[in-house]
């Protein structure tokens, strides 16, 4: 497993030296155990109108209760559907769920309306940032202080940064301690922009995004804006940043350092936030509260630890407590040439590359290192595609394409021995495509957006993105539902909104108490003194 007492294999060791590692550490392994990794998808889309507009229509009530529903939420705003799989043992599995999910919703927006989920990450015609919906979760505490948390995000972010939208990999694997895991962590990090730059598919985006805002893109059109070597706007500066979080040195060393940072951000008054209080003058909420962080969910981050939490429980609490379950892969974005947003192929390469992350040395992050990261992050999001782009490893500067194909090389004995215990060639296969990407990048989903809004759209990403819907609702629509599965997807529906009435008329304590109680310092937990073991 991942390790800290090695020499840093991403600091110039080569290729073969860590592929051996791998292959060493993989004949330890038995099928059984390779076939133990675990997998689920969250997948955001925001509801738009036929021309391609912010739908402002309330969640639909076939759908269920936003708050109890197991499959089926919002995301920031009451625009924005959130598609949520179970655990699965192999990614056919769990692309069968969201597909299901998906065919389940499309048919009930259709039996209300004509709206459709919008298959690209950046947003569709925004109107004024006030007017984006936040979410709404009911009258209940726990309901109330989803809302208010978001409106916090809106007090801080603004709306239309919270509209982007994206894919979710949860991702276990057996027998993983919490360093190892956060040795994944920090490999992942060291290796990310390879993701971006394979699968970031959001080079464009419409002009009202940026209205009245600083930013470094070029005019495509009238109505569209781009990076001409882009690849993942919504993971560059354009997208989820914030210069309060930017002050936030988390270290991925270990949990109870992971911890600490969050503790310290959950607790610690941040001045502009104080400014805007936590009601206004007519008594309303603005926020949660006046923290660098209203709660651990507003840390932004290419990956996550996780833990599933217990009704009420912090989530810091949960990882402290009981230690990481899984982690959570968070710079996705959806795939606009795909129905579902996401393929199998491309969850075997994650699979292939996190268990690399796994099984790599990972030595300690430093905040120089991580500071690097942040600018390789941002180049390849914004120039990924730029013939000869550098980035820096360890100091030194390499080609992207490079050092992208040096990690697909250590990646080889992976591939080849998750095929085997699956009886398959597709994750070798997996690979064999990232190959072509790195080598012909005009086969990226980043290229491919530009050539057909270039080709079919005069250059519109609005039009690109809504014909993309359209074609994406199709394609769901028209594959086989059971009146069987229509029924347990209506049951599932009406359940949630019985859940959600029954939570509201538990209820007794009052909201401000409630919200004391949730946010007190003493509900985060507290540093465990052995290492915990998941």
Known sequence: MAKTKHPPAHAGTEAGSVRSQHVQALKRMTPARLKGMRCGIEKESLRAQPGGALALTPHPAALGSALTHPSITTDFSESQVELVTGVHGTVDAALDELTQIHQFTYRAMKAVGDEMLWVSSMPCGLPTDETIPVARFGSSNVGRAKSVYRLGLSHRYGRRMQTISGIHYNWSFPGVTNDDYFGLIRNFRRQAFLLLYLFGASPAVCSSFVAGRQHELQRLSESTMYMRYGTSLRMSRLGYQSDAQASLAVSYNSLDGYAASLHDALTRGYPAYEKVGIRNPGGDYNQLGTTLLQIENEFYGTIRPKRVIFPGERPLHALRERGVEYIEVRLMDLDPFEPVGITTQTMRFLDVFLLHCLLSD???????????????????????????????????????????????????????????????????????????????PDTLPSARVLAVMAKDFDNSFVQFARAQSRKAQAAVLALPFSEAQQARFQALAQQSVVEQKTIENADSMPFEIYREKYLSAERLGQPRAQPVHA
């Open 362 to 440: 990972s030595p300690p992050d430093t905040p120089q290192e991580i500071a690097s990261l942040a600018r390789n992050q941002h180049r390849t999001a914004a120039r990924g595609r730029e013939p000869g782009l550098l980035l820096d490893r360890a100091g030194q500067e390499i080609k992207l394409t490079d050092w992208g194909l040096e990690i697909l090389a250590q990646c080889s004995p992976i591939a080849e021995a998750l095929d085997a215990a699956h009886s398959t060639s597709d994750y070798t296969a997996a690979l064999e495509a990232a190959r072509a990407g790195l080598e012909q």
